[in-house]
């Protein structure tokens, strides 16, 4: 990797701990990513509300099926902000083995690890595999990418997939599109899909029902919450342009460590929390990177993402669970739009 991408990315993460941020007024303002979100889109239209502790005995039922997002897991990373992110990793596969009905898969939108080293690679690999789920989709993120460009990260979890790791699948009549825009990261941190990869994108949603659900899932947002920060993708309006005629498609992001949502026409996007460390709200810090929060706040900034499908009403419900209560209280749905 050229030492400009490495530069970009350790000045993105440097450790925020001596900042001056107000970390108290912070979490009043995250209090709503703590509890988490609900949401259920029906005909387009999104209603979200927040997610309460824990899993009631019904949850997911009812749906034809259910996964679990997981994201930024940051194996490897050991500063203040998360001394042991394999921990609350853990933590996470816990909580999803928990759950009253079993999901049918796994998808991880990228940052497996922070340093793209085997040993972080085994070390996911390994808590991965006490998971309920078995099956595992993933995309990269910016860190899987770090040492040899995602030479590793391919042979271990890009087998059968095309260019730098993009490829679809259909499952019980929706159809999922995993987007890498990590592999060619623009001016500022901002993602990148790419020529080849946009083509092959337009030829895999070619002769598809409009009728079809679609949900796509990268590691960094497609959509532009906050350039100053690297925070969307560049050439996201060219890739949207090809889902306009679906009536149904849901984008899965991580990345930004917390949980945002913004609903425009038919397309509804959502970034999940990370398993590892949270990050400063869009502005509210001199740059992005990990952020220390008090210890026995940790996992409730921290979480996963269940989602169930119900095909018969065409809607897709997004529950996203801290792993550990905040002890704070949710005003409104939680829902931000960057107004971008």
């Not at 590691?219 to 925070?231: A, C, D, F, V």
């Not at 009403?313 to 997004?318: E, H, I, M, P, T």
Request: charged share 20%; aromatic share 8%.
């Amino acid at each position: 990797m050229p030492n400009k991408k490495q530069d970009l990315i350790d000045e993105q993460l440097q450790d925020l701990n001596n900042d001056g941020v107000d970390r108290r007024g912070f979490l009043k303002c995250m209090a709503w990513a703590g509890t988490g979100l609900v949401w259920t889109m029906s005909g387009g239209i999104p209603v979200s509300r927040a997610f309460a502790k824990g899993y009631g005995k019904d949850a997911g039922k009812g749906g034809d099926f259910s996964f679990v997002q997981i994201s930024d897991s940051h194996i490897g990373f050991n500063k203040p902000a998360n001394p042991d992110v394999t921990a609350t990793l853990q933590t996470a596969i816990n909580k999803i083995n928990a759950m009253p009905h079993k999901p049918d898969f796994i998808i991880h939108t990228g940052d497996l690890s922070q340093l793209s080293k085997p040993s972080e690679f085994d070390t996911l690999d390994q808590a991965l595999k006490g998971a309920s789920a078995k099956q595992i989709y993933f995309v990269p993120g910016e860190h899987d990418m770090l040492s040899d460009n995602g030479e590793q990260y391919l042979q271990r979890y890009g087998k059968g997939t095309k260019g730098t790791g993009w490829y679809s699948f259909d499952h019980k009549g929706v159809h999922f599109v995993g987007l890498v825009n990590v592999a060619n990261l623009k001016a500022g941190g901002m993602g990148s899909l790419g020529h080849e990869q946009l083509e092959w994108f337009e030829a895999d949603l070619k002769g598809r029902s409009a009728s079809t659900p679609i949900v796509l899932f990268a590691h960094i947002p497609l959509w532009t919450i906050y350039p100053e920060w690297g925070w969307g993708t560049d050439d996201s309006e060219q890739a949207l342009s090809y889902v306009k005629r679906f009536g149904s498609v849901t984008v899965l992001n991580g990345h930004i460590h917390q949980v945002m949502q913004k609903v425009e026409g038919k397309v509804t996007f959502h970034t999940a929390m990370s398993t590892a460390f949270p990050q400063p709200a869009p502005g509210k810090a001199p740059s992005a990177g990990p952020m220390k929060v008090p210890a026995d706040q940790l996992q409730g900034v921290l979480g996963i993402t269940d989602v169930n499908y119900v095909v018969s009403g065409r809607s897709l419900a997004v529950v996203d669970s801290p792993l550990a209560d905040s002890g704070s209280s949710a005003t409104g749905n939680g829902a931000a739009s960057s107004g971008s």
